[in-house]
């Protein structure tokens, strides 16, 4: 048996499984769980199994994954609704097998880790790409669905959880081409245009949660260049032109401008206090008020996260009066998991978060505080965490940023 081991594929079924994580966050959920399932099976079948789990063990960011697995599955005790809390739980899973899946991944160089980065930039580009044409054919009709707050179609039809793609996809190709990934001539070109299209792209796709993710990601760079460098005249002039774009794409984008058209309107339907739960942002703020009135009468363990729903669904018939409405889980990833699990759940949580980013330092790495930067907002504005494809997305960059972070310490002469 060792000796079959000894001749396992392993580095191949490893990189077949992040392949298919990438390429799964715009294809196929199948995808996306059947790659899960090889990385983590890869940990097992493996020489070095035993290894392999005792390295995921011992790690003390993946203890808090672990610590925020146990929070959902320790709330089934009184959980009522069983069905919700074993589909809560299984989301969760990935916390346990990713991380335990990375633990088989052989040391990540620089090249390497950047080959990941480019897949996942070019493999968002050409998502972008059939998205933007299949606008471009229904130009008139997905311009005039804009103007009611549908958005424009997406891959598997998840037109928020794809604009945070293509945010970080901005920043990952960004992110190369300053390091001079992109030797090539031509290829500079190629990556150039891309980013330059997914920039445009992003605009013209006009989902607000990736345009304010990228925004504010960007200024957070823009202010810590300035800082670095001392380049104030330079930080001036592009302010300035900068500014100009955004405002040139606001006003004349036909998308980006029928969707801010609406989201005015809403927004005085809001100042009036006219919550009208039919309305996107209206369903936002009612959803996090509900969550948090949950929260406010379980504060310690929550509801628990079977009950949840149930809960909200209660709160949404008992305040609609006659209206037939359909009700939403609470559109904050915080407020989410302090309803379900209560502060100790939320603790937890936040830790998870911070810990990887934090130890070791790690915050110095500019690329894992843009992607940190990207997920926060995500969480402030959905529970981005309780579908698969958020935290596919979440867990495979933070995983791989972390590695390289990690495996760049441990190579000679490597920066």
């Not at 005249?233 to 500014?243: D, P, R, S």
């Not at 209660?314 to 209206?323: F, H, R, T």
Request: one cysteine or more.
């Amino acid at each position: 048996m060792r000796a079959i081991l000894r001749c396992f594929p392993n580095q191949f079924f490893a990189s077949l499984a992040l392949s298919g994580l990438i390429v799964g966050l715009v294809t196929s959920k199948v995808v996306l769980s059947v790659a899960t399932i090889t990385l983590m099976c890869n940990a097992f079948i493996n020489i070095h199994a035993g290894k392999n789990f005792r390295v995921w063990l011992s790690d003390r960011s993946n203890q808090w994954f672990i610590a925020l697995f146990l929070a959902y599955l320790l709330s089934g005790f009184y959980s009522s609704d069983t069905a919700f809390w074993v589909d809560r739980c299984r989301t969760k899973l990935p916390f346990l097998a990713l991380p335990l899946g990375f633990t088989a991944i052989k040391t990540f160089t620089k090249k390497r880790f950047s080959t990941w980065l480019a897949l996942y930039f070019f493999v968002i580009a050409a998502a972008s790409v059939v998205v933007f044409i299949n606008y471009l054919f229904h130009f008139e009709e997905l311009n005039k669905y804009l103007t009611y707050g549908q958005p424009i179609p997406a891959p598997l039809n998840d037109h928020i959880r794809f604009s945070i793609e293509v945010a970080f996809a901005i920043i990952t190709g960004a992110y190369l081409y300053v390091n001079h990934y992109f030797t090539q001539r031509y290829l500079k070109i190629i990556a150039g245009a891309t980013i330059v299209f997914l920039i445009i792209f992003i605009h013209v796709f006009a989902v607000r949660t990736g345009i304010v993710a990228l925004y504010i990601t960007t200024i957070i760079l823009f202010v810590r260049w300035v800082i670095v460098r001392k380049v104030y005249f330079k930080a001036l002039t592009a302010g300035v032109v900068g500014a100009v774009i955004i405002f040139c794409a606001f006003q004349y984008i036909p998308s980006l401008k029928n969707r801010m058209s609406y989201f005015r309107y809403e927004i005085g339907l809001i100042q009036k206090g006219e919550l009208n739960p039919g309305h996107s942002d209206a369903q936002r703020i009612l959803s996090i008020r509900y969550g948090m009135d949950i929260a406010s009468r379980h504060p310690v363990i929550g509801i628990g996260a079977g009950d949840i729903k149930s809960e909200m669904d209660y709160l949404y018939k008992k305040n609609a009066g006659d209206v037939t409405i359909r009700s939403k889980l609470p559109h904050n990833q915080f407020v989410y998991v302090f309803a379900a699990t209560g502060l100790i759940g939320l603790c937890i949580f936040l830790i998870s978060i911070l810990h990887p980013w934090l130890l070791r330092k790690r915050y110095h790495d500019i690329l894992f505080t843009s992607f940190l930067c990207i997920m926060i907002f995500s969480f402030l504005t959905e529970h981005t965490l309780e579908m698969q494809i958020g935290t596919a997305f979440y867990l495979l960059f933070l995983l791989l940023i972390r590695k390289q972070i990690d495996d760049s310490k441990m190579i000679p002469g490597h920066a």
